[in-house]
């Protein structure tokens, strides 16, 4: 086995591809601010790809880790020992995996350890742009409002003490005003997370950060940077240490860092950046003047089908999303809420058939050499559901369309904050942005004390109305018979 690093990069097994370009010769022109297995598989993918045509040298990454835990800082080791190198796997749903080198980051640094490093790398006038996948709950959204909460704990302290950032929006601030008081242009901010919007939402969290330190300043930025909105699409499961022994036996490399997604990927950006941008579309990424109809598109169906067919999965006992997806009850389950609850009330974006793209989303689902996990896909759902399924369920109840299917799965979320399958088996809910009072309503005795949760509010759901009631009876026969039964009652109704 040969440790991945620069010096065995010409010393590779013939089963893994490598890059043909020159490391020595790139320069970090992105720093991204969270460096998960998202991006690793997805924009670090694009740009590895665009970094292999002359030309595009200082369009390389420089990767930021933000969080202070276990794992981010395992790569504050792993990256350096690897020469920020790592291998991302290819599963096509049939044929062999491909494996790869990505060598497009070439930099990593850790944010709670230097945070003033991290702002002066932000600061260099070679860095033209900022991206992130910080998930969607990270954006420090009022949940009523949408507004930037300036009250959150970490928020607090930064507005305190603006050189000691912790958050993204801490540390984007605070890099623009060191830009604006040294006379450097601005870098565009790029939010790449799951978001509708997910420019505006950025420019919203950014503005409300700087707006409370100095209006000036905010001034500057919203006259001077840009947030353009972009749509991303790769599934990219969490890679457990069996994944990780699997590839590095398949690659004979000793690799600390591996990933693997499937073989699907799609980036749509709107075109709008205040200080250049590298040639994206040289690599098939979509660059259009409004990536809304795209983005609703794919949160719609492809997002809040994965919510769909996760929790009754799990509850089901089963763990995976190929697993899931053999089950023909959940399977018909996703096939007419798209179908019959999403399709009718989408536009479809240019160029694209959204029933084509349904039997897509079916068939990578499906896809048994990917694996995906569902507890990943259910982690986080009071950060999700307002995002990928609420809007949906907010249009059928305003037009009096059929709710049941969504109900079933809103009581499939439910039963799953219990934290027990339909075998008795118990699971920890991951739910990190679930406050105290809304973890207390999920676990009243009264089940329908519930549906007043504060991430359920606005769209539509009245606690004493019709779809209350189909939310509280599936929640009752799902604790009595289980998952499967009342989903086939459902379908056969």
């Not at 890059?19 to 010769?25: L, P, Q, T």
């Not at 190929?322 to 399709?343: C, H, K, Q, S, Y």
Request: glycine share 8%; proline share 7%; aromatic share 8%.
């Amino acid at each position: 086995m040969i440790e991945l690093n620069n010096k065995t990069l010409d010393h590779l097994p013939a089963v893994v591809r490598r890059f043909g370009y020159d490391r020595s010769r790139l320069r970090p022109g992105i720093i991204h601010l969270s460096v998960g297995n998202f991006h690793r598989a997805h924009q670090a993918w694009y740009l590895d790809r665009l970094l292999e045509k002359p030309g595009n040298e200082t369009w390389a990454l420089c990767g930021v880790g933000l969080i202070d835990d276990e794992t981010e800082r395992l790569k504050t080791v792993t990256f350096p020992q690897q020469d920020d190198l790592y291998t991302l796997t290819i599963c096509p749903p049939d044929g062999p995996s491909v494996h790869q080198v990505i060598g497009s980051i070439v930099e990593y640094l850790f944010a709670p350890s230097d945070p003033d490093g991290v702002l002066e790398r932000m600061a260099d006038p070679t860095v033209r742009i900022v991206s992130m996948t910080i998930t969607e709950g990270g954006y420090n959204q009022d949940k009523r409002t949408g507004d930037y909460r300036l009250d959150a704990p970490v928020t607090a302290a930064e507005l305190a003490d603006p050189a000691h950032p912790r958050s993204a929006f801490g540390f984007i601030v605070e890099a623009l005003r060191r830009r604006r008081e040294r006379g450097i242009a601005p870098f565009t901010v790029l939010s790449c997370d799951n978001l509708r919007n997910n420019g505006e939402v950025a420019k919203t969290a950014v503005l409300g950060h700087a707006r409370a330190l100095d209006a000036e300043l905010a001034g500057w930025i919203e006259a001077h940077v840009t947030f353009p909105s972009c749509m991303v699409d790769r599934i990219t499961p969490a890679v457990l240490k069996e994944d990780a022994d699997r590839i590095n036996a398949e690659c004979g490399i000793v690799d600390l860092l591996p990933i693997y997604a499937e073989d699907f990927a799609q980036w749509v950006v709107e075109d709008r950046f205040c200080n250049g941008r590298p040639p994206l579309e040289q690599v098939g990424v979509q660059m259009v003047d409004d990536v809304h109809p795209y983005e609703l598109a794919k949160v719609r169906m492809l997002n809040a089908s994965h919510s769909m067919l996760a929790y009754p999965g799990q509850l089901a006992g089963l763990r995976r999303v190929d697993e899931a997806m053999g089950e023909p009850l959940i399977r018909r389950l996703l096939e007419r809420f798209m179908t019959e609850d999403v399709i009718p009330i989408l536009d479809p974006p240019p160029g694209m058939e959204l029933g084509a793209y349904r039997d897509k989303l079916l068939a990578r689902f499906s896809n048994p050499t990917v694996g995906d996990q569902l507890a990943r896909i259910t982690s986080d759902g009071a950060a999700k559901l307002p995002v990928f399924l609420l809007p949906t369920l907010a249009t059928l109840l305003e037009r009096g369309a059929d709710h049941r299917r969504i109900a079933f799965g809103l009581a499939c979320f439910l039963r799953y904050l219990q934290g027990t399958d339909d075998k008795g088996q118990p699971f920890k809910p991951g739910e990190p942005h679930l406050d105290p009072a809304d973890r207390a309503l999920a676990l009243d005795a009264d089940p329908r004390a519930a549906l007043h949760m504060s991430f359920l509010q606005g769209f539509g759901i009245e606690p004493e109305g019709a779809f209350a009631d189909d939310v509280l009876r599936f929640r009752k026969a799902i604790a009595e018979r289980g998952t499967l039964p009342v989903l086939a009652e459902l379908l056969d109704a």
